[in-house]
């Protein structure tokens, strides 16, 4: 989906087309907190294949890799490697380590190869599988509740002649809703 049909999905269970309670950049930094939640407890995995270079050992992460599951280093087959000499063994790609945001390979490369990466990382927007959609707008959904129970927190009971208008529960209703709406979340989404 993309962040224009993210926002009228939001619209509707919100009812707010008219953007009265959020403005539409409201709804859609809501919107990217709920993808980075949904992220925290599923985050995406990908592939890359990471070039690399002789005599470079440290690489910048791909981008939207938080951190590295596996990495394919390039080698010989195992035949060769039964009969291979000490020499080309002690030169041979043996090992990675991630630092940060970089990747860095033991010994340091003597020729250029390619290097896959199981990456692990956040998800965009647009790249949430659409059967997860659902997950993302109730989170959305309950960070507006959020919202406007913090908002009407200031609400309270007043008299107009002989009639009584009570707004003081209004944020307790919004909290509760705010509640239900994460637990659904939380059941849907195990951490």
Same mark, same amino acid.
């Given at each position: 989906?993309?962040?224009?049909?993210?926002?009228?999905?939001l619209n509707?269970?919100?009812?707010?087309?008219?953007?009265?309670?959020?403005?539409?950049?409201?709804?859609?930094?809501?919107i990217?907190?709920?993808?980075?939640?949904?992220?925290?407890?599923?985050?995406?995995?990908?592939?890359?294949?990471?070039?690399?270079?002789?005599?470079?050992?440290a690489?910048?992460l791909?981008?939207g890799?938080?951190?590295?599951?596996?990495a394919?280093?390039?080698?010989?087959?195992?035949?060769?490697?039964?009969? +291979?000499?000490?020499?080309? =063994? $002690?030169?041979?790609?043996?090992g990675?380590? #991630?630092?940060? !945001?970089?990747?860095?390979? *033991?010994?340091?490369?003597?020729e250029d190869?390619?290097?896959?990466?199981?990456?692990?990382?956040?998800?965009?927007?647009d790249?949430?599988?659409?059967e997860?959609? +659902?997950?993302?707008?109730? =989170? $959305?959904?309950?960070?507006c509740c959020?919202? #406007?129970a913090? !908002?009407?927190?200031?609400? *309270?009971?007043f008299?107009?002649?002989?009639?009584k208008?009570?707004?003081?529960?209004?944020?307790?209703?919004?909290?509760?809703?705010?509640?239900?709406l994460?637990?659904?979340?939380?059941?849907?989404?195990?951490?």
């Amino acid at each position: 989906m993309t962040l224009a049909e993210w926002a009228a999905a939001l619209n509707d269970r919100i009812k707010d087309s008219g953007n009265v309670l959020f403005t539409a950049a409201e709804k859609e930094a809501h919107i990217q907190a709920a993808v980075q939640e949904y992220g925290r407890r599923r985050p995406r995995h990908f592939y890359s294949d990471l070039t690399i270079t002789a005599g470079t050992q440290a690489y910048a992460l791909p981008g939207g890799c938080a951190w590295v599951v596996e990495a394919i280093l390039p080698g010989p087959a195992i035949e060769t490697l039964q009969n +291979e000499d000490p020499e080309d =063994a $002690a030169v041979r790609l043996r090992g990675w380590l #991630l630092v940060d !945001d970089h990747f860095y390979l *033991f010994p340091v490369p003597r020729e250029d190869a390619t290097v896959k990466l199981h990456c692990v990382g956040s998800w965009a927007v647009d790249e949430v599988p659409d059967e997860e959609s +659902e997950l993302v707008l109730l =989170a $959305a959904h309950a960070r507006c509740c959020e919202v #406007l129970a913090t !908002d009407s927190a200031r609400a *309270f009971a007043f008299w107009s002649g002989n009639e009584k208008f009570d707004r003081s529960q209004v944020s307790e209703h919004y909290r509760a809703l705010a509640g239900d709406l994460w637990r659904q979340f939380a059941r849907r989404l195990p951490a």
